[in-house]
Structures are given as C-alpha cells and as structure tokens.
Nanobody, 127 residues
Framework: EVQLVESGGGLVQAGGSLRLSCAASGFTFDDYAIGWFRQAPGKEREAVSCISRNDNITRYGDSVKGRFTISADNAENTAYLQMNSLKPEDTAVYYC????????????????????WGKGTLVTVAS
C-alpha cells in the first residue's frame, strides 16, 4: 500500500519556524522525486519545492526562496520541508507528493498519481 503521511504542521507566530515531515511507504522511496505543495482556502494549489533523486537538484517557488529548504532522508524514507521566517501568507494546507519523474513533480503535478499524494498538514501563521 502506497502511503505518504505529512506531519509537523501547527500554529506558529510570524517569523517563526516549522519543519514538516513526509513519511513514505509502499514504494521505493529512493527512486521517486518528492514535491511539496500548498493550498490556502479559496486559492489554487501552488508548488512550494521539489527535489530530484538522480542528482538531488532542488527547486523553490519564488515566494519561499531563501526561507524554505527541502530535503530527503533515504534511511528514514522521509522527506522534509524546513520553513523559516514564516509569514501569514504561508498559511495553507501543505501536501507532499511523489513521482518517478522529477519533471512531473516539479512542473506537471496534475499528472502525479492520486495514490502518491499525502492528505496534508495544516500550517497557520499568525501575525
């Protein structure tokens, strides 16, 4: 059974930090690129960050560059999103997803198989 389970969300004050985790199981974690996405109420889903697995190339959305860091720990089958200097506009449900192709994870997320998405964790940043 393929599972991706996010954790680490919560309420934080502006300027604070959180680290989100994405625990993966049921597939070969090392062979899959990982992406983090977020969706705020009434807004479209947006890409936050992604990481390839061939060469560990990372990409970040313009709104989070310099503040967020994506990583993947193969020994733990877990991906992370370290979020620093949080802003109220970062408030959203954060999702992780996986695909064999980094191009899909990083650029064509609608093509990611529905089974390879987590259910999300809520991050609320108070001003």
């Amino acid at each position: 059974e393929v599972q991706l389970v996010e954790s680490g969300g919560g309420l934080v004050q502006a300027g604070g930090s959180l680290r989100l985790s994405c625990a993966a199981s049921g597939f070969t974690f090392d062979d899959y690129a990982i992406g983090w996405f977020r969706q705020a109420p009434g807004k479209e889903r947006e890409a936050v960050s992604c990481i390839s697995r061939n060469d560990n190339i990372t990409r970040y959305g313009d709104s989070v560059k310099g503040r967020f860091t994506i990583s993947a720990d193969n020994a733990e089958n877990t991906a992370y999103l370290q979020m620093n200097s949080l802003k109220p506009e970062d408030t959203a449900v954060y999702y992780c997803a996986a695909d064999r192709s980094w191009k899909i994870v990083c650029g064509r997320s609608l093509r990611i198989n529905k089974d390879y998405w987590g259910k999300g964790t809520l991050v609320t940043v108070a001003s």
